[in-house]
């Protein structure tokens, strides 16, 4: 039993891979020459009347929202639509659902026609139209909530707050910085803003969306959008939490139409259902996993119920305390599986180093 325990309680260590660097030719001679032929194109050059592009890198903030309020909410919805924003339903790393909240340290993106069974804790907290939520909403940093939204609990927001028209909040509205406030706002209790209130249409979320992918890509032009959108959530320290449109959440199941990721070190209270769903490490769900297509539960994750897919793999040192179903099931050989194995068109078991 001692060599059992000792054997269940190995440790993967992955060692990186060598950095390999670059060379690239420059010397004092290329660096003179190319002086020289930008000085003569300065000379010789035509005067050409310059094309403006769909969006600039403008360093005063007024005069950049001034530039962006000329795209109309269509093409910015095209845009967005394009790019793989929300495509797929992430929770990054440390993502915790609660009993009553869905919680990180991340912005949160959610997009329309929601229904939120929960309160939503994070950075930046965007929320799309005609969405509910049903419980608190937190926000560490800024606060956007589109057109006829409806907030059955409080709303905090450390940062400025931005309620479109016909927003309905049914407890308090607390807000530390400047307040924009659109027309037929509805505030059950007391609000209290810190700063400036402004009665005014916010820029639409659509757009601020838009904004915000090309903040965080540090980049201009909409054909730059849609090819660099996915460095997005390829750096760990920029992944934002996206809840795609029509993302579902209550007690009984926490439903998309899309891929859902789940990253490392969460805990999440509830039953999963995607289209696809990856679970990576040391990541606990209390509930069962439900995927249309590929089901992956990562190395030493929990899954406190059932897990069922079309391909189904489950890694070492994850543990599943209900059944495993599937067409074609791989297990790994220290993975361990309290129920039922159901694989119709065949079952692995195997290792990967």
Known sequence: MANMEEQNKRIIVAEPAEETKENFLHSEELAAEEDALEKRADVSKKVIEPVEPLFTEITSGGEFLKELSKVDEDTAATIISSTDIFKTCVLPDKTELQERILKTKNDILVGDHCSIGFGLYGNDVVVCELSTMEGDVVAEGDLRIDNFCEVFG???????????????????????????????????????????????????????????????????????????????????????????????????????????????????????????????????????????????????????????????????????????????????????????IRAEDGLTIGRSE
Not at 171 to 196: M, Y
């Open 154 to 340: 409080t709303v905090i927001c450390n940062g400025d707050a931005y309620l479109g028209e016909g927003v309905k909040i049914h407890g308090k509205l607390t807000v530390g910085g400047n307040l924009d406030i659109g027309d037929n706002v509805t505030i059950d209790k007391e609000f209290k803003a810190f700063g400036d209130i402004a009665i005014r249409n916010p820029m639409p979320v659509i757009l601020y969306l838009l904004l915000y992918v090309m903040t965080m890509l540090n980049i201009e032009g909409e054909d730059k959008t849609k090819k660099r959108v996915e460095a997005l959530v390829s750096e760990a320290n920029s992944i934002p939490l996206v809840l795609p449109p029509k993302t579902s959440m209550d007690l009984s199941y926490f439903s998309v139409h899309t891929p859902m990721e789940i990253g490392a070190n969460s805990r999440l209270h509830g039953n999963l259902k995607a289209k696809s769903i990856k679970i990576r490490k040391d990541t606990t769900v209390f509930g069962s996993v439900q995927g249309t297509d590929r089901v992956k539960i990562g190395p030493r994750d929990a899954i406190h119920g059932d897990v069922a897919g079309k391909n189904v793999r489950v890694e070492r040192g994850a543990d599943v305390l209900g059944d495993v179903s599937g067409s074609v099931v791989w297990l790994h050989e220290d993975a361990r599986v309290s129920g039922i």
